[in-house]
């Protein structure tokens, strides 16, 4: 833990010039004494750091002095390109590993480029999970199964009560949620991270199919869930406002078909998850849609049209 805390404060003064013990503590997240500690540990160790007195002073490398401690190692490598996504680093537990990776990146830059990452980070920033996302804790299996997944290694877990043998290819981050895309008897499923109980590596190791796309992969089984989702379909009589307003109004799973069966009347069928989801959908239309199927959605529609009129009918008095 101190070599690697002692190398970071070497990149950080190599990449940033010089910084004060307070400036060095709070990056490395560790007291000012002990960075004092630190710093004379690397002079003794022969590393040509010194403290630089007076009025905006602090801690300088020599001037020309240049680590060899910059080539990236495999796993920083891989860390390195989800920077992006900090929140999950940190539920898979590789905060550290990129944090070191984009030390290292940030000191083999030029000097006048090494405030690039600040830069950019000022100017853009992923936030990967949906609003109202759960606060929970991550997953306790998410951990190991990173581990798993990063070194192609072969996991005993307990998924729903039944123990499963698993090859983990990847994990994916949706609104929140942790999904793991893992090989299982020859054939490519998803498991949601939070419904694992226990996961121990069994000691083997898997060979990657080279053909597997963990991107198209859950995108194609992301669109097959949706699609199964729509069980039931409605048909509307559109006007051309209302057309125009279907690709807003309806799912987008359900919009091509509907776009297909669009007649020149309006008349349109939508695929829709049930009666009760296409009544918060088709009051979006307002009156640019009349439901023509099945009954009990147009009796709906026409219920709360009625109450509607109703309330608009008299004066607010105010």
Partial sequence: MRAARLMSLVLLLQGRGGMTAAELARELEVSERTVHRDVLALSEAGVPVYADRGRGGGYRLLEGYRTRLTGL???????????????????????????????KAAAALAPG?????????????????????????????????ARAVWNDRTVSASYR???????????????????????????FLVYRVDRFGSVEQDGGRFDRDPGFDLAAFWAARSAEFTRSLLREEITLRLSPLGVRMLRHVADPAALPGALASLRPD???????????????????????????????????????AARTAELYRADPGL
């Fill in 266 to 304: 309006g008349t349109v069928r939508l695929a829709v998850e049930s009666v009760e989801v296409a009544f918060s959908q088709v009051l979006r239309f307002g009156p640019e849609a009349e439901v023509l199927g099945p009954p009990e959605l147009r009796a709906l529609v026409a219920g709360a």
């Fill in 113 to 145: 480029l090494r405030d690039a990452p600040a830069t950019a980070a000022q100017r853009f920033h992923l936030d990967a999970p949906g609003w109202f996302a759960s606060a929970d804790p991550p997953p306790g299996a998410l951990a190991p199964l």
């Fill in 73 to 103: 190692d495999r796993a920083e490598a891989e860390a390195l390109f989800l920077s992006g996504v900090p929140a999950a680093l940190r539920e898979m537990g590789l905060q550290e590993v990129a944090a070191t990776a984009r030390l």
């Fill in 161 to 187: 009560e039944r123990v499963r043998a698993l090859e983990p290819y990847g994990l994916v981050l949706k609104a929140g949620s942790w999904y793991l895309a893992a090989r299982s008897r020859g054939r």
